[in-house]
């Protein structure tokens, strides 16, 4: 299977510098099984596309198929990764210039920043 990754702030934010943790799952777990995994390109043939974002003020592609799996807390608070693939080591190759770990140490913050929405998730 040929699977298409998107990351939605990768592609609105100059210079992003953060990875995207649920792609970088998503990308370990297809690929365990032999598939090709790449970012998706417009107008090339995939058999499954994710796309993912961080923030609900991130644009969407408007090019992105119909059938696309979006997922993040740009789309939802209580988006999850299904358990097979949020138990995955990241695919750190898909973003070359991370040179350091991601991943969660605990979950939630006791603190109530207004603009946050880690405490209500
Ligand atoms: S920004 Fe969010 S995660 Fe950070 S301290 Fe504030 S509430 Fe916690």
């Not at 040929?2 to 792609?23: C, Q, T, V, W």
Request: with cysteine; charged share 25%; glycine share 6%.
């Amino acid at each position: 299977m040929r699977i298409g990754l998107h990351d939605a702030e990768y592609e609105r934010m100059l210079n992003k510098s953060f990875p995207n943790l649920a792609l970088m799952k998503i990308s370990a777990y297809y690929k365990s099984f032999g598939c090709q995994v790449e970012w998706w390109v417009p107008d090339k043939k995939y058999d499954l596309v994710y796309s993912s974002k961080v923030f609900d003020f991130t644009p969407e592609n408007e090019n992105l198929p119909k059938n696309t799996i979006n997922g993040g807390t740009g789309y939802g608070l209580y988006d999850e990764l299904p358990e097979e693939i949020d138990r995955c080591y990241p695919d750190y190759s898909l973003y070359p210039l991370c040179d350091y770990a991601v991943g969660f140490l605990t979950r939630g913050c006791i603190n109530a920043c207004s603009f946050c929405v880690v405490p209500q998730k």
